[in-house]
């Protein structure tokens, strides 16, 4: 650290120490709302917004802080959609208006989003969403139908993917915004999934009202936005695991330990080799996140998604076997509307079933593989023959 890097650790130590002298650690959205005030929410945005204006790297210093600490940290489970993917998008593209008034709500997890982005003929292919927003007046009224919106049921604020012009290509016709979930023309409807619960939804959108306050970028300019958020989501899902044996491989090691009569020494190479595995990709991510430090992620992150979600699948298969017909005894259920997932305390057979999802949401494995080809490794694009063509003149 240079001399001045030690000033900056010094004077984060002791406005660190004033906000738990000052606060209540027993009222968690009281005090992230202080800590947020104090600058000490994301120590690079800038101050009144949350941060000091400060390098991202000295965020890992608060963080640790105010853990050791005990103090309530902000809900990374139940608000991972605002937190990991609204909040940096609306820091990065954001009016100071929207700054102002969205960013705090998001780090108390007063405002839960959800990601009204997917459609039944957009998912892989997002650009080609069909939610159509017309402005007229103040702001914009949309109808469409959104698939696959976890966790809809449970949250105020979404951010949302709509076509505005559809004379242009599909890329250049798209607009993003930030969406209330109580507008009464917004129905959310559950799907039940392989595990027999309910984590996401179908929204129907009709006649929805939207300020033009609350678009998010320059009318046409959504692809741009949603291209930040899904870099954002990729690191999100791939690297948030810290500690060591903290993700899927917990559980597993745990059960090898404390239940000596599972163990077969067949199985032996194969949960060393994994346990490895789960140890590179937790080191990677801890890598890719000091890099992400100095600015915003890139398509890095999804080779990080990638491999995460190969061994989750790998990992949970293991577990299955470790466990014998005890880990098949997966028999419950019960609809349930869970509001976030939940992989550590839960069974083998859940962990089994949910982990087939991971090779989907937030971008499919194939699709992630497209984008290490192109923009990382720099091999030639796929062919895209609807590139130049107006998106109303598509087939569909
Ligand atoms: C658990 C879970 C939670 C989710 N949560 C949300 C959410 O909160 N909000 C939201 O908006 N969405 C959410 N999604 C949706 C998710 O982002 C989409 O399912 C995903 O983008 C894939 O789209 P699709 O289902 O339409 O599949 P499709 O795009 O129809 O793809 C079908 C198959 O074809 C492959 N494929 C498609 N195009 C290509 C290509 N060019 N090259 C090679 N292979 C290709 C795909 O990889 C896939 O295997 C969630 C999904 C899951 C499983």
Redesign the pocket.
């Given at each position: 650290m240079t001399t001045d890097e030690q000033a900056i650790a010094r004077d984060l130590s002791g406005r660190i120490a004033t906000l738990l002298e000052q606060n209540d650690l027993s009222d968690p959205a009281r005090f992230l709302g202080a800590r947020f005030d104090a600058g000490l929410a994301w120590v690079h945005f800038p101050p009144g917004r949350g941060g000091l204006g400060l390098p991202q790297s000295f965020q890992a210093q608060v963080d640790a802080e105010l853990e050791a600490a005990g103090a309530p940290g902000p809900a990374k489970s139940r608000n991972g959609?605002g937190l990991g993917m609204a909040a940096p998008t609306i820091a990065a593209f954001g009016t100071d208006e929207q700054k102002q008034k969205y960013l705090r709500p998001i780090f108390t997890s007063e405002h839960i989003y959800?990601?009204?982005?997917?459609e039944p003929g957009?998912?892989?292919?997002?650009a080609a969403v069909a939610t159509r927003a017309v402005r007229g007046g103040d702001g914009w009224t949309v109808n469409g139908q959104?698939v696959?919106?976890?966790?809809a049921q449970n949250a105020q604020r979404a951010i949302l993917v709509a076509r505005t012009d559809p004379s242009v290509p599909k890329h250049a016709g798209l607009t993003y915004f930030l969406c209330d979930m109580s507008d009464p023309g917004i129905d959310v409807r559950p799907l039940r999934?392989i595990t027999g619960e309910a984590?996401?939804n179908e929204v129907f959108l009709t006649d929805v009202h939207i300020p033009d306050s609350d678009r998010l970028g320059a009318e046409g300019q959504g692809w741009k936005v949603a291209t930040a958020t899904l870099n954002n989501e990729r690191v999100a899902i791939g690297g948030s695991a810290a500690a060591r044996e903290s993700g899927m491989i917990g559980p597993v090691a745990r059960a090898w330990r404390e239940q000596p009569g599972l163990r077969d020494p067949a199985m032996h190479d194969e949960l060393l080799r994994l346990w490895v595995e789960a140890e590179v990709a937790r080191l990677t991510g801890e890598r890719l996140r000091q890099q992400l430090e100095a600015g915003q992620p890139g398509p890095e992150g999804s080779g990080l998604k990638l491999a995460f979600a190969r061994l989750a699948q790998t990992i949970s298969g293991f577990d299955i076997e470790l466990h014998g017909e005890a880990g098949l005894r997966y028999d419950d259920w019960t609809m349930r509307r869970p509001d976030k997932v939940d992989f550590i305390g839960r069974e083998p057979g859940y962990r089994y079933l949910r982990a087939k999802?991971n090779s989907?949401?937030?971008?499919?494995?194939?699709?992630l593989r497209?984008v290490i080809a192109e923009r990382v490794l720099g091999l030639p694009p796929?062919h895209r023959v609807d590139k130049d063509i107006a998106w109303k003149d598509l087939p569909r």
């Open positions: 959609i959800c990601q009204l982005f997917s957009a998912g892989s292919d997002l959104k696959w919106t976890s966790g999934q984590e996401f999802g989907i949401e937030g971008g499919t494995s194939e699709i497209n796929e």
